[in-house]
C-alpha cells in the first residue's frame, strides 16, 4: 500500500511539474512575444519619427526658390539654382554640388557638403545653393550662396571669392538670413 501511495505521489508531482513547465513556457513565448512586439512598435516609431525629422523638404525649397526670384531683383542681381540634378556653374569655373568638396567655411576645409535632408554628416549641410555671376569689371565675379543647416539650425552662407580657393562665411544680409530661417522652421 506504502508503495501504491508513493507511485501515486510521483505521478501526482509529475503531473504538476508538467504543468509548471508548461505554464513556464507559456509564459516565455508571451513575454517574448510582448518584447518581440514591443520592437516592431519601437521600430515603426523610430523610422516614423526619423522621416518626420527631416529639416528640408520639396515644399521649403519651393518658398525658398519663390523668395529668391523676388529677392534677386531687389539687389538687383538674378540668382541661378542648383536644381538637384544638374551641376550649377559659377563664372570662376567651380561647379556645384562637387565643388562643395573644396570648398572652405572660414579657412576651414571639410566643413561643408550637399545634404537634401538638412541632415548629413556636415559641419554644413547644405540643402540649396543659388549664384548670381557678375557682369561688372573685375571678372570674373560671383556671388554664390549656400543655404545649409549647422547643428540643426538654419545658417545662410556665402562665397564671393574669384580666385584661389572657394570660401564662405555666414551672410550678413538679415532680410536673406532670416526669410530662410522662417521657411526652416515652418
Given at each position: 500500500m506504502e508503495v501504491l501511495a508513493i507511485a501515486s505521489l510521483g505521478v501526482a508531482l509529475t503531473g504538476c511539474g508538467n504543468q509548471s513547465t508548461q505554464s513556464s513556457s507559456n509564459t516565455t513565448k508571451t513575454n517574448s512575444e510582448a518584447s518581440t512586439n514591443q520592437n516592431t512598435t519601437n521600430n515603426t516609431s523610430s523610422s516614423e519619427s526619423h522621416h518626420d525629422s527631416s529639416l528640408w523638404n520639396n515644399q521649403k525649397d519651393e518658398q525658398l526658390a519663390s523668395f529668391m526670384q523676388k529677392w534677386g531683383p531687389t539687389m538687383h542681381q538674378s540668382y541661378e539654382q542648383y536644381d538637384g540634378q544638374n551641376e550649377l556653374k559659377v563664372s570662376t569655373g567651380i561647379t556645384y554640388p562637387d565643388g562643395l568638396s573644396k570648398e572652405l567655411v572660414e579657412g576651414q576645409s571639410g566643413l561643408i557638403g550637399w545634404a537634401p535632408s538638412?541632415?548629413?554628416?556636415?559641419?554644413?549641410?547644405?540643402?540649396?545653393?543659388?549664384?548670381?555671376?557678375?557682369?561688372?569689371?573685375?571678372?570674373?565675379?560671383?556671388?554664390?550662396?549656400?543655404?545649409?543647416f549647422h547643428n540643426g539650425k538654419p545658417v545662410v552662407l556665402v562665397d564671393q571669392s574669384n580666385n584661389g580657393d572657394p570660401d564662405c562665411h555666414p551672410t550678413t544680409n538679415t532680410d536673406l538670413e532670416s526669410n530662410f530661417e522662417r521657411i526652416a522652421n515652418q
Open positions: 538638412g541632415k548629413g554628416d556636415y559641419e554644413y549641410n547644405v540643402v540649396a545653393i543659388y549664384n548670381h555671376d557678375g557682369t561688372e569689371p573685375p571678372l570674373p565675379n560671383r556671388i554664390t550662396y549656400f543655404f545649409a
